[in-house]
Structures are given as structure tokens and as C-alpha cells.
Nanobody, 124 residues
Framework: QVQLVESGGGLVQAGGSTRLSCAASGRTFSGDVVGWFRQAPGKDREFVAAIRLSTSTTFSADSVKGRFTISRDNAKNTVALQMNSLKPEDTAVYSC?????????????????WGQGTQVTVSS
């Protein structure tokens, strides 16, 4: 398993933007897919976006399409999640995931490594 470290997030006003970053500590990401998931209090973990590293193909949940963008920075060995036009319902703990070993990119059980999560709070 690879150790993942997220950064970014915090308190943002509705309509604002923030950027999250996920780094693989000490090595490259394991597996071909890196994903972002979020979990709000009292709710299930929810898929946000993912990127296939070999092709840079991206996938996004319908709830964030057109607002969030996932990308990779090869030089920094990081995967970023740019979050624009934020809404209060985007408030959650955001976690990145790697070590993809499943079939379904949007299912959290498909990933074997997780970061500790970072809080994003969107105020209205």
C-alpha cells in the first residue's frame, strides 16, 4: 500500500473555489486510478472524481460535473481536485484513494489505499 497525503480545503464561501492535492508519500501512486471521495456527516462515502493515470482519462460524479476538475501533475507526482462554484452541499471530508484493484471506479471498495482526509466547509 502507498501512503497518501491530502492538502488543501478549509472554509470557503458558497460560489468560491478551493484546490485539493493528493501526494503519494515516497513513491509513485500504486495502481492505475486515483480517486477522490467525500463523506458528509451522517451520509455514506460518495464518489467525486477519478483519473486513470495511464491515459489521463477523467471521471466525475454528476453532482460535480462542470464544477470540479481532477488532474495530475507528473513533475510533483500529485493528483489535484480543483473545486469551483462550491455549494453548501459540497461540505464534507474529502479523501483521495489509490491502489485501484477493482472494476468499478466509483466504488470506494475498489481502492486499497486512502489518505487521512481533509475537511472542506462551504458557508452559505
Amino acid at each position: 500500500q502507498v501512503q497518501l497525503v491530502e492538502s488543501g480545503g478549509g472554509l470557503v464561501q458558497a460560489g468560491g473555489s478551493t484546490r485539493l492535492s493528493c501526494a503519494a508519500s515516497g513513491r509513485t501512486f500504486s495502481g492505475d486510478v486515483v480517486g477522490w471521495f467525500r463523506q458528509a456527516p451522517g451520509k455514506d462515502r460518495e464518489f467525486v472524481a477519478a483519473i486513470r493515470l495511464s491515459t489521463s482519462t477523467t471521471f466525475s460524479a454528476d453532482s460535480v460535473k462542470g464544477r470540479f476538475t481532477i488532474s495530475r501533475d507528473n513533475a510533483k507526482n500529485t493528483v489535484a481536485l480543483q473545486m469551483n462554484s462550491l455549494k453548501p452541499e459540497d461540505t464534507a471530508v474529502y479523501s483521495c484513494a489509490a491502489d485501484f484493484r477493482g472494476t468499478f471506479i466509483a466504488r470506494w471498495v475498489s481502492y486499497g489505499s486512502w489518505g487521512q482526509g481533509t475537511q472542506v466547509t462551504v458557508s452559505s
